[in-house]
Each structure stands twice: as C-alpha cells, then as structure tokens.
C-alpha cells in the first residue's frame, strides 16, 4: 500500500502530460467527432445546459469504455486480458483481430452517424429523444472500448514500471489500481475538450440543416478514425508527431 500511495501521484502526472503524446492526440478528433455527432443527433431537448450535459455524459461514457478496455489489457497476468490482447483470425485471407474488428464497427457507426445508412434530419422526434441519451452512452460506451482496444500507448518509464506491476500475479492488483489512476489523470483532457466542445455549441444549431451539416462531418471523422484502425494504421500517425513523444520522456524524466 505504501509503494502504492509513493507511486499514485507519478502515475496520474503521466497520465495527465501524455495527452500531448503522439500516442494520444490522434484520438482525439474521434472523440471529439462522437460527442458532438450524439449531441447534435438529439438536439432539441433540455436547451444549452441539455446540450452541455449530452456532450458532457458522451465524454464520459467514452472514457469509461476505453479506461476499462486499457486497465483490463494491461494487466497482463489477468489470462482474460492476454487472450484478448492476442486473439486473431483469418477470414477470407484476411488476418484481423479484436483492434481491427472494433475499427470496422467505429468505421460503420460513424457512417451511421453521417446519415449513410439511412435518413437523418439533424434532430430527432421528440418521442425519439425520451430514449435518445441512454442509447447516446451505450455508443460512447462501445466506441471508447473500441479505441481502447486499438490504442497502443507510448510506453514512458513511469507508465513502464506501472506495466510491469500489472503483469506480475503478486503485484498484479496494485498494476491494475495504478493504471486506473494513470487513466483518470489521462481522462481529465478529455474532459476539459468535452467541457469546450459543449461551451462552443452551448447555443447548438440553430436550424435542421446546421444540425446535418455538423453529423455528417463528425460522422466522417469518426469513420476516418475507424478505417485507420481496421487497416492497422492507426498508430502510424504516431510517427507525425514523434517529436511530442521526445518531450513526454523529458518531463516524465524531470518527474522521477
């Protein structure tokens, strides 16, 4: 517990800077692109603090699903975790597993979103609404999971030695509690964007067409994000930003 209470403030500090790793940015816009396409889709109801709290509730179901598929696959010594994270499958001369999978469901989901699969009219009924937020957190729920199972973290020292508890029986439950606290300091980013997404549409679309224009680009940003990660080329922005990487070393280095 001591080596625990030593650690934690390391660990949420990593998870707070590393949003400005190369690993991280590239999720952004997907997450960015959700909330505001779930938020438009049921605009209408509650006004600019329903607007707020649609955006906001997206964010953090996000979160929550990609924080539970990371903790999960990095605790090593967790046998489900392991199968999971090397699980694959060939279909029709195709390799794939579960990261690629998940990136043709965000890739349909942001079609849907855009109005691919059907007509969207940028608001929905108001008999339609009553239900809409629960379905909205199920998706963002489904969508953050997706990423986080295609997400492959820049590994700095602390993150490192974090891992390394995580993947050992003995130590494997401190690992896991570790990692849960790099991810609330890695969430609070997020949510800060989130907060600035929903302050920039607190008035949201004023019109139906404003409202469809604004689904149809997240859709497409999202679908973008979900493509780069079916074909397993998600990580490579990585190398756009590698120099931000170098920086993450640095402070991570100043922390220690």
Do not use: H, K
């Not at 909330?35 to 979160?63: D, N, Q």
């Not at 696959?73 to 579960?98: E, K």
């Not at 691919?116 to 108001?126: D, K, V």
């Not at 009553?130 to 729920?141: D, E, F, I």
């Amino acid at each position: 517990m001591a080596e625990i209470a030593a650690q934690a403030p390391l660990a949420f500090a990593a998870g707070l800077i590393s949003v400005l790793s190369p690993c991280v940015l590239p999720l952004m816009p997907g997450f960015l692109a959700l909330a505001l396409g779930l938020s438009v889709a049921e605009a209408g109801s509650g006004g600019e603090a329903g607007t707020r709290r649609r955006i906001l509730s997206c964010c953090a179901w996000f979160l929550v699903g990609f924080t539970t598929v990371f903790v999960v696959m990095g605790v090593s010594a967790f046998a489900p975790a392991l199968a999971l994270r090397t699980w694959r499958a060939a279909w029709f001369g195709l390799d794939f597993g579960l990261a690629q999978l998940a990136g043709v469901g965000i890739t349909l989901f942001g079609l849907s979103q855009a109005g691919l699969f059907g007509g969207r009219s940028g608001r929905r009924p108001a008999a339609d609404r009553t239900r809409g937020p629960g379905r909205s957190g199920v998706a963002a729920l489904l969508v953050g999971a997706g990423f986080g199972l295609g997400w492959s973290p820049c590994i700095g020292p602390i993150l490192a030695s974090v891992l390394s508890l995580a993947a050992v029986r003995e130590t494997a439950t401190s690992g896991a509690l570790l990692l849960v606290i790099y991810s609330v300091g890695l969430a609070i980013p997020f949510l800060l964007a989130g907060r600035g997404l929903a302050w920039g549409l607190r008035s949201g679309p004023r019109t139906a067409r404003g409202g469809r224009v604004l689904e149809v680009v997240s859709g497409s940003i999202l679908a973008g994000a979900g493509l780069l990660l079916a074909l397993n080329q998600f990580t490579r922005l990585n190398r756009t930003f590698a120099v931000l990487g170098d920086w993450i070393l640095a402070l991570e280095g100043a922390l220690l």
